[in-house]
């Protein structure tokens, strides 16, 4: 039962990069590394060695480090098997079920398909803590890039099974921005409204939101609450109408929004 300690570093616009530590071995991981400076100033700043690279999808944004990280220190890239001839470096290849070891501490990988057609997720049990790129995000969700509602809403249903207190660490600050279109939708949702005001908090003194929990996202973000009948009746539809259906338009509002 090995916790990881994560250190969070904003990068570019609105990234976020994580890089895992796991004290008994040392093993340390970077995920989603969109560029390479900070991640290095990091771990010189901890004297943590690189030992693996995490890519929750092939975007540049979240690979762009790859190439550079492997030449400065070595370290073994884990990407989704489904997606090993976009995953710049690719050492490691994993898919749905499977666990990689950081050392000591186990994650449980998740195919999540939608954003992209190979996005994975990476979930700590015992630290509970979830990476889950650009699949979910506090009050929002990743845009359909290569995937269907159907099969977002799929993948967003296996995150949101995990348990409340996951602390859910996405790949982007968007929250703000997202929270303004999930208060169009849920407008009498006082769990929503906790949610914002505690946002704008943090977002006025330049405090991170990330991460959220996942009691506070299943309770507010829309994303989560397609077969909610209040959110079905937000976009036009009946109480008891699909969720694939209410997902697919609350995501067509939203692109447009
Ligand atoms: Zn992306
Ligand atoms: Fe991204």
Redesign the pocket.
């Known amino acids: 039962m090995a916790k990881i300690v994560v250190e969070q570093i904003p990068v570019l616009t609105d990234n976020y990069i994580y890089l895992l530590h796991e004290p008994e071995s040392g093993a340390t991981a970077v995920v989603d590394p969109a560029v390479t400076e900070p991640v290095l100033e990091h771990l010189a700043a901890k004297n943590w060695r690189l030992t693996h690279i995490l890519n929750t999808?092939h975007?540049g944004?979240?690979t762009g480090g790859n190439i550079d990280l492997i030449k400065h220190t070595g370290c073994v890239v884990v990407g989704a098997a489904r997606d090993s001839e976009r995953i710049p470096g690719i050492g490691i290849e994993v898919g749905e079920g499977d666990t990689f070891m950081l050392g000591a501490a186990a994650a449980m990988v998740f195919e999540v398909p939608g954003?992209?057609s190979g996005h994975i997720a990476f979930w700590f049990p015992d630290s509970h803590a979830l990476f889950c790129?650009?699949t979910l995000f506090s009050l929002g969700c990743?845009r359909l890039f290569e995937g269907t509602p159907e099969e977002m809403w799929r993948s967003l249903k296996k995150l949101r099974d995990l348990p409340a207190e996951t602390l859910v660490y996405c790949?982007h600050e968007y929250t703000a921005a997202n929270g303004r279109f999930a208060r169009l939708v849920e407008r009498d949702n006082q769990a929503l409204h906790v949610r914002l005001e505690q946002v704008e908090k943090l977002r006025a003194k330049g405090r991170p939101t990330i991460p959220a929990t996942l009691a506070d996202e299943r309770a507010a973000n829309p994303f989560l609450r397609a077969d909610m009948g209040s959110v079905a009746r937000a976009v036009g539809m009946e109480p008891d109408a699909h969720p694939n259906l209410v997902f697919a338009e609350l995501r067509r509002r939203k692109d447009v929004f």
Request: aromatic letters at 0%.
């Open positions: 999808h975007h944004d979240h954003h992209t790129g650009d990743g790949g």
